[in-house]
């Protein structure tokens, strides 16, 4: 619905020049305002990546009374909560609870309200993307895929908003990984592909080749002898489709000097290992989620089945070999 409904006045440019939108602001408010009050009881600590100092000038001022009004407004619709409509003050303290740096000690929420922003503004794939910590590990997972069809995606439907109902995924560490349509349709578990052949296997990347190299991972591709054409869409849906079987391998390789952020990968990572997947970084390691808001991979980051991960992760070695001897 704010999809659709977005002004171009209503997306920001972040310090970093990655935008920002009155969408995000928007679901990290309402997460926050949930997780207190359906957890009263659990200390809270959530990381969360919006931060409330852009609206605290006096050029934001328009922007965190459209927040205050979309949030309001949710709130109203939705109907679950009876409470006075929320100040502009409790919006940005709403934001700032999403402060906590994480860590290795205790339990933390990790939320990208909104990941794929660049893909929610085009229109295309995004994901509200809800984790929990315990003492560094991931628990729990929530992927939110608003235009990800419930049912298998091929890559021609990926490009605009489905008109239709999306797919949300959720995983308990243990407990399998699970799907269900967003209108709440029943609950089926999901699985990642078998295929062990990578000539039947296809591969999903990030849509903006800002984020991820699209040479490397063709490359890659090659050499692991993928025949299909890149996937590309943007955010975690990546991770969704995949713990579903939709494609066997995502491929991440950030440009240099970018560093990965625990809330762009830590309820996609435990959806994918709970299907039966693995999430490594390209020299094999396990994403570490203990170290604070950061993630410090080697490389970039690779998922595909059991099967598959051994002669992906050679093939990941040759072509950084190859790269790094070219430079
Ligand atoms: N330069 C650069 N390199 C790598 N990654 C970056 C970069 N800039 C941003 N980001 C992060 O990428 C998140 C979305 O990327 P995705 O790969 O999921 O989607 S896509 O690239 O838009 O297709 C995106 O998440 P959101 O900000 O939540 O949309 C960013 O955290
Ligand atoms: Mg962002
Ligand atoms: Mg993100
Ligand atoms: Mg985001």
């Given at each position: 619905m704010v999809q659709r409904v977005l002004l171009q006045s209503d997306v920001h440019s972040k310090s970093d020049k990655s935008p920002v939108t009155v969408a995000d602001y928007g679901s990290q408010v309402l997460v926050s305002f949930v997780l207190e009050r359906e957890l009263p009881s659990v200390p809270f600590s959530l990381v969360a990546e919006e931060d409330s100092g852009d609206l605290r000038k006096e050029s934001g001022q328009d922007t965190l009374k459209r927040i205050t009004d979309l949030v309001n407004d949710t709130l109203a619709n939705d109907g679950s909560y009876s409470v006075a409509p929320l100040t502009t003050e409790d919006v940005l303290r709403a934001i700032d609870n999403g402060k906590s740096e994480g860590g290795s000690i205790g339990r933390h929420w990790v939320l990208d309200?909104?990941?794929?922003t660049k893909g929610f503004v085009r229109g295309d794939q995004y994901a509200i993307a809800l984790a929990l910590l315990d003492e560094g590990n991931v628990v729990l997972g929530v992927l939110a895929c608003p235009n990800l069809p419930p049912t298998s995606i091929g890559?021609?439907?990926?490009?605009?908003?489905?008109n239709g109902v999306g797919s949300l995924f959720f995983a308990e560490v243990g407990h399998g990984a699970y799907t269900q349509a967003l209108d709440g349709s029943t609950q089926t578990r999901v699985h990642v592909t078998d295929i062990e052949n990578p000539e039947e296997a296809s591969f999903f990347e990030s849509y903006e080749a800002a984020h991820s190299s699209h040479d490397l991972s063709s490359s890659i591709a090659e050499k692991l002898g993928v025949k299909a054409p890149p996937v590309r869409i943007d955010s975690q849906a990546k991770y969704g489709a995949l713990s579903r079987g939709d494609g066997a391998i995502y491929l991440r390789f950030p440009h240099s000097g970018y560093r990965e952020k625990i809330w762009d990968h830590a309820a996609g990572c435990i959806v994918v290992s709970e299907a039966g997947g693995i999430v490594m970084d390209a020299a094999g390691n396990p994403l570490d989620f203990s170290k604070g808001k950061f993630l410090d991979v080697v490389a970039g980051i690779i998922v595909t089945n059991q099967k598959l991960m051994p002669s992906l992760l050679r093939a990941v070695k040759e072509a950084l070999n190859e790269k790094a001897s070219s430079l």
């Open positions: 309200p909104i990941d794929g890559s021609n439907q990926l490009h605009s908003s489905s």
